[in-house]
């Protein structure tokens, strides 16, 4: 057998190579993931930006509707300032919420009977009614709906899950397109002025170096709210010891309903089911919102709870809360005859995954640390912004005139398929992203053979 030796210049030419195709092929990807990630990024940065400061500019544009002016007379019974909301507005009451502090308008949540719902809110010192607004129509209501894109529909909801995957893809990409390979700046330093590509390229790389973590903080935290995946996760969460909250597991008849059902709740707790109110004991009837308030309050919910009424006969009175101090998060469901706490669930409740879960969404809502987090926040929505911008202008600097600018295949394509079978990982843990790298790839490889 005879031995053939490579001369070193040619494996140098063949790891150089190597090393110029993967980078092609990384580059390929990184560009097709901003191609559909980058106008959901925006989107998601200027909403959530905007949510981050949701009581301050809510408080501010609905402050006809929600601040009152305190006064030291008692406030008025809740059953009176319901009854006078269902004057103004005939319909079901569904929900009743205490005002949070003394300054603040009580809010009635009522069911017409077209099958729509209002916010009513009422003077809770003299019982008169202030006005209304579509149940989540507020103007950080509608904010968070377009962020989601449930203001669209439940299709377009879907697309936030892509979108959130893609932007875990943009950020793995873009750390290894970063990566130092020699180059003087670029690196921590802008290079140039804002007329040369170069400047656009560093901005655009320095700002994901020192945002790229919070991105994919942002994605991964925001998945619990997607379609299919948040869907399949809650439901798991909520089915093993882990998630769901030890105090739903006792003696006491459980319905078909779900609390997400009946209002704002936690992740965790969207799929826990509601217990059922027993039945009147003779000659007695039910308490009454008066005396179920008054029952919250010596329990110590925190102030801002929501109170969801009972829905019939076997229905229960349900407190919640989920104020930026997690420890204080808490829901009580009463029982609508005798006022006998049937479930008491409070953060400290919560196994291992919901409490992991519930920190990283309080912090991705910016209300975990106060200020602190809001400002960071905020300056990662600015960043996403900026990469947004600059990534659309090194594009526009760099496409050859008349062509869409797509990144050069790589000359070895195997090293393409090694680059797909890791993205593909990622596709198999979120479903609806790798749908969306399936169609990614027969475009690509449709493009690649019609240049060819």
């Known amino acids: ?17 190597t ?31 905007l949510y981050l400061f949701r009581d301050e500019i809510d408080g501010l544009i609905h402050a006809d509707l929600k601040r009152v002016e305190a006064q030291a007379t008692a406030q008025t019974a809740p059953s009176a300032m319901v009854a006078a909301a269902l004057n103004a507005y005939p319909g079901t009451a569904a929900k009743y919420l205490p005002p949070a502090s003394p300054d603040a308008s009580a809010e009635v949540v009522v069911k017409t009977s077209a099958g729509s719902k209002l916010s ?4 809770p010192y003299d019982g008169r009614v202030l006005g209304d607004i579509p149940d989540k129509g507020t ?21 936030i899950e892509i979108a959130a995957g893609w932007a875990i893809l943009l950020v793995a990409t873009g750390i290894y397109l970063w990566w130092p390979r020699g180059q003087a700046g670029g690196v921590v330093t802008v290079r140039g002025t804002p007329k040369r590509r170069m400047w656009w390229r560093d901005v655009h790389a320095v700002t994901g170096l020192f945002a790229g973590f919070f991105i994919l903080f942002l994605a991964v935290t925001g998945m619990p709210w997607s379609i299919v995946w948040g869907k399949y996760v809650n439901e798991w969460a909520n089915g093993s010891n882990f998630g769901y909250p030890a105090g739903v597991r006792v003696a006491v008849p459980m319905s078909d309903e779900h609390l997400a059902h ?13 217990p059922e109110s027993g039945l009147a004991s003779a000659g007695g009837g039910p308490i009454g919102l008066d005396a179920a308030v008054a029952v919250f309050d010596r329990l110590g919910l925190a102030k801002g709870y929501a109170i969801a009424l009972p829905g019939g006969p076997t229905g229960v009175y349900s407190g919640s809360v989920y104020p930026d101090d997690l420890s204080q998060q808490r829901v009580v469901h009463l029982d609508q005859y005798s006022g006998k706490p ?38 990662v929505c600015a960043a996403i912004v900026l990469m947004s911008v600059s990534a659309g202008v090194m594009w526009w600097k ?17 090293v393409l398929r090694g680059v797909v079978g890791i993205l593909a990982v990622g596709g198999i843990v979120f479903p609806l992203v790798g749908a969306s790298l399936l169609v990614m790839l027969a475009l690509d490889t449709a493009l690649t053979r019609r240049k060819a």
């Open 19 to 49: 090393t110029s195709s993967l980078y092609r092929a990384v580059w390929r990807w990184h560009f097709y993931a901003g191609l559909f990630a980058l106008p959901f990024l925006i989107v998601l940065a200027v909403t959530g930006a």
């Open 342 to 379: 049937l479930i008491d669930m409070s953060f400290a409740d919560y196994g291992p995954l919901g409490k992991g879960l519930e920190w990283g969404i309080n912090v991705h809502m910016g209300q975990e640390y106060g200020l602190a987090n809001q400002l960071v926040m905020l300056a």
């Open 139 to 159: 103007v950080i209501g509608i904010v968070r709906q377009i962020h989601s894109l449930a203001f669209f529909g439940p299709i377009a909801n879907g697309l």
């Open 262 to 274: 009946t209002g704002p709740t936690t992740w965790s707790l969207e799929q826990a089911r509601m």
């Open 1 to 17: 057998m005879t031995d053939i030796t490579v001369p070193t210049s040619s494996r140098a030419a063949s790891a150089a190579g």
């Open 120 to 123: 009513v809110f009422v003077n």
């Open 398 to 414: 760099r496409r050859p005139r008349g062509s869409f600018g797509v990144p050069p295949a790589p000359s070895d394509r195997r």
